[in-house]
T-cell receptor
Framework: DAGVTQSPTHLIKTRGQQVTLRCSPK?????VSWYQQALGQGPQFIFQ???????QRGNFPDRFSGHQFPNYSSELNVNALLLGDSALYLCASSLRQGWGEKLFFGSGTQLSVL | GQQVMQIPQYQHVQEGEDFTTYCNSSTTLSNIQWYKQRPGGHPVFLIQ?????EVKKQKRLTFQFGEAKKNSSLHITATQTTDVGTYFC?????????????FGKGTLLTVNP
């Protein structure tokens, strides 16, 4: 049973570019949340997708957008990259969007913006 | 907005010593979860607390949820080198349309063998 898989594992971009990160949730999970984790910090909630819709969003600018596909996989897009976007981007899946569900995290995508 | 604070930020102990990390929320929580992240790894779920005053144990780990559901703690008895990592608490504010988990900054535990 595959866990949460993310691709790519590492990515280097320059300021102003655009990036797409991908996530496949754990088998049987239908809810995907994206988090940004800066070095030495806790994960910061970007948004959550359920039934192919963005159900909740954190305090991130519109440059951050996402998508969920019918097979529950998800993408995170970041436009007009800034140096401050350099971070580990974590995808977490859960079963349903219930408040009591625990999160299963992928290994993350380490994004470096130069 | 909701804030979740953890102390201490770092803790270095000798193997066999005890360790405690504390978590405080600016708002009342519906539930709190704890995660462990090994160096270079990703957060892994440890436990969830839901009830006021709840205490749960997992072998050498004891988790508590405060009576007011605004604070929590994780205590490790007789630390081992395998306990090394960053421990995060993550709280969820009650509300029908709120599913966001807000993470603290974490406590990095290092253990000297």
């Amino acid at each position: 049973d595959a866990g949460v898989t993310q691709s790519p594992t590492h990515l280097i971009k320059t300021r102003g570019q655009q990036v797409t990160l991908r996530c496949s949730p754990k088998s049987g999970h239908d809810t995907v949340s994206w988090y940004q984790q800066a070095l030495g910090q806790g994960p910061q909630f970007i948004f959550q997708y359920y039934e192919e819709e963005e159900r909740q969003r954190g305090n991130f600018p519109d440059r951050f957008s996402g998508h969920q596909f019918p097979n529950y996989s998800s993408e995170l897009n970041v436009n007009a990259l800034l140096l401050g976007d350099s971070a580990l981007y974590l995808c977490a899946s859960s079963l349903r969007q219930g408040w009591g569900e625990k999160l299963f995290f992928g290994s993350g995508t380490q994004l470096s913006v130069l | 907005g909701q804030q979740v604070m953890q102390i201490p930020q770092y803790q270095h102990v000798q193997e066999g010593e005890d360790f405690t990390t504390y978590c405080n929320s600016s708002t009342t929580l519906s539930n709190i979860q704890w995660y462990k992240q090994r160096p270079g790894g990703h957060p892994v779920f440890l436990i969830q607390l839901v009830k006021s005053g709840e205490v749960k144990k997992q072998k050498r780990l004891t988790f508590q949820f405060g009576e007011a559901k605004k604070n929590s703690s994780l205590h490790i008895t007789a630390t081992q080198t395998t306990d090394v990592g960053t421990y995060f608490c993550a709280g969820r504010v009650s509300g029908g349309s709120n599913y966001k988990l807000t993470f603290g900054k974490g406590t990095l535990l290092t253990v000297n063998p």
